[in-house]
């Protein structure tokens, strides 16, 4: 029998106490008893796969959230950490050594433009960024000694889409690992492993809690990479998931496609609604006809944008101003939230950008990133329209 993603989100994973619960136990402990000094032993030569030796290096609740997301996302295994960023410093981090070359999409949230620009660098690897929706920048850049790949597959905030397949095909003729951050496609409007992706890391924090909680991310790949590059490094450098915020987001798991199903859908009529206005300069968002990948989105990811959209105001006074008026959409940065969110990139996610970074990504003054939540479409039309109408 073929079981569904939005079935294994619901069942996949799940271990089972002697108590033979329904829901998932949180298993809130550091530690595990061994019978006997020769089992201690035997466990730290060999731990079977239902045995724990310390929450850094595992534990049974973020072992159910691992299994889960890895059986949604269709990988053999996952690691879980303690933010997004630390999934993907370690999946990066851990393959890789002085004298590598990595090529990377330029197109990158803040932080992990700083992990490829100013961490990998200091310590010798070789980074070289192109325009991730240009495959001949890819085949340019890409070269024998390459070892590894990097890309958002939807970009923050600009949206812009890297068509997975035949970047995966230009990394893997030279035997380059393809590593994905995902977070913006969604596990539930990506096949990135079907794709050609290697490796993929998840921010859990966005639509995987999507109720704002708590930070989690996660490594997913093979069993070999997971559990012969990936979990050596981690489980020595710490960013261990706690136990309680695994639990968390294995519930979160649960309802995500539900959840990321009707805010792209709310999306995507927020957008048709703002493309219409006069006042914008620019609205972003993967199924309009306006977007420069709109046949990828419809190729890579069924025709869904997402759950977030970015509309230019025109300047920051302007931008501010609409930011200022709005009575339910809440001004944060997080992003794949129950809540509707609205974010200024210039100033705060990508302020530490030059403003020649910030031109090249049309990361604009004006520019604002919408992620859009769970209330009632028509409300925040209105409420947008409201925050629009005081420019
Ligand atoms: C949020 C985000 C991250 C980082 O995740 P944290 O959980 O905040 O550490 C990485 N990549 C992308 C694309 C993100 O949106």
Known sequence: MTISKRTKAVHGGVRRSQYNEVSEAIFLTQGFVYDS??????RFLKAGDDEFIYARYGNPTVRMFEERIAAIEGTEDGFATASGMAAVNGALTSMLRAGDHVVSSRALFGS???ILEDVLTRFGVE???????????????????????FFESM???????VDIRAVSDLAHAVGATVIVDNVFSTPIWSDAVALGADVIVYSATKHMDGQGRALGGVILGTKEFIRKTVEPYLKHTGAALSPFSAWLMLKGLETMDLRV???TESARSIADALAGDAGLSR?????LETHPQHDLCLSQMGGKGGTVLAFDCGSQEAAFKALNALEIVLISNNLGDAKSIATHPATTTHQRLSDEQKAILGITP???????????TADIVADLRGALAAI
């Open 366 to 376: 004006g520019l604002i990133r919408l992620s859009v939540g769970l209330e009632d």
């Open 261 to 263: 199903r009707a805010q």
């Open 155 to 161: 970009s923050n905030p600009t949206l812009e889409i």
């Open 283 to 287: 609205v972003i968002y993967p199924t």
């Open 37 to 42: 000094a020769e089992a201690a032993e035997a």
């Open 127 to 149: 980074v070289t960024f192109v325009d991730g929706t240009d495959l001949d920048q890819w085949k340019a850049a890409i070269r024998p000694d390459t070892k590894a790949v």
């Open 112 to 114: 992990c433009l700083y």
